[in-house]
């Protein structure tokens, strides 16, 4: 059975820092690109980032570039968000989600995604 | 950069068909897919590739896609089809992912 837990979610003051941790199992992680995807408390969801399956394409959205770092594990079937200089805009469910390709491709889609951790930004 | 607009809300009858718009620029050049979101539950793919199903989707999903719009069509409605359905897309001139506001989907 295929299964993406994510952790390292919690609650963090403006301006501090924050690892998130994705562990994949049931299917071959090194062969997939992953992201991860944020839902607002307004209820939409929002592309954080994407790695691909041999971390040599790496893209970010332009609300977190410069602070987020996406990195993977393939070893370990891990995959990792840190976060630092966090807003309170930053505060969501954050989503690891399995693309369908290696690569993010317009023809490839989010094949699978695991429950979420929460990241609660506030002072 | 891109945009992609859908309505806030639709609502149907139970048994009745419902089509959710995602709006948006030189759509015939763009891939479009849907992700279901029900409250408390890991989001799921419903379509893709504008028209295709995965894998225990059942036929009742279907897609269609104009030059502006791109419809998510879901035939005999149940209550348990309630949700949010956000449209996406990957931008290769930004390498980004784009979503649609989302549509939250009501069985009357």
């Known amino acids: 059975e295929m299964q993406l837990v994510e952790s390292g979610g919690r609650l963090v003051q403006p301006g501090g820092s924050l690892r998130l941790s994705c562990t994949g199992s049931?299917?071959?992680?090194?062969?997939?690109?992953i992201h991860w995807v944020r839902q607002t408390p307004g209820g939409g969801l929002e592309w954080v980032s994407v790695?691909?399956?041999?971390?040599?394409?790496?893209y970010y959205a332009e609300s977190v570039r410069g602070r987020f770092t996406i990195s993977r594990d393939n070893a370990k079937n891990s995959l990792f968000l840190q976060m630092d200089s966090l807003r309170p805009e930053d505060t969501a469910l954050y989503y690891c989600?399995?693309?369908?390709?290696?690569?993010?491709?317009?023809?490839?889609?989010?094949?699978?995604w695991g429950r979420g951790t929460l990241v609660s930004v506030s002072s | 950069s891109f945009v992609l607009t859908q309505p806030p809300s639709v609502s149907v009858a139970p048994g009745q068909t419902a089509a959710i718009s995602c709006g948006g620029d030189?759509?015939?050049?763009?891939?479009v897919h849907w992700t279901q979101h029900k409250p408390g539950q890991a989001p799921v793919a419903v379509l893709y590739?504008?028209?295709d199903r995965p894998p225990g989707i059942p036929e009742r999903f279907s897609g269609s896609k104009s030059d502006n719009t791109a419809t998510l069509t879901i035939s005999a409605v149940a209550a348990g089809d309630e949700a949010d359905y956000y449209c996406?897309?990957?931008?290769?001139?930004?390498?980004?992912?784009?979503f649609g506001g989302g549509t939250k989907l009501t069985v009357l």
């Open positions: 989600v399995k693309d369908i390709c290696p690569l993010p491709n317009p023809n490839c889609y989010l094949h699978f």
């Open positions: 049931g299917f071959r992680f090194d062969e997939y690109a």
């Open positions: 790695i691909s399956w041999d971390s040599r394409g790496i």
């Open positions: 030189r759509f015939r050049l763009k891939s």
């Open positions: 590739d504008d028209t």
């Open positions: 996406h897309i990957w931008d290769s001139n930004t390498g980004h992912m784009v």
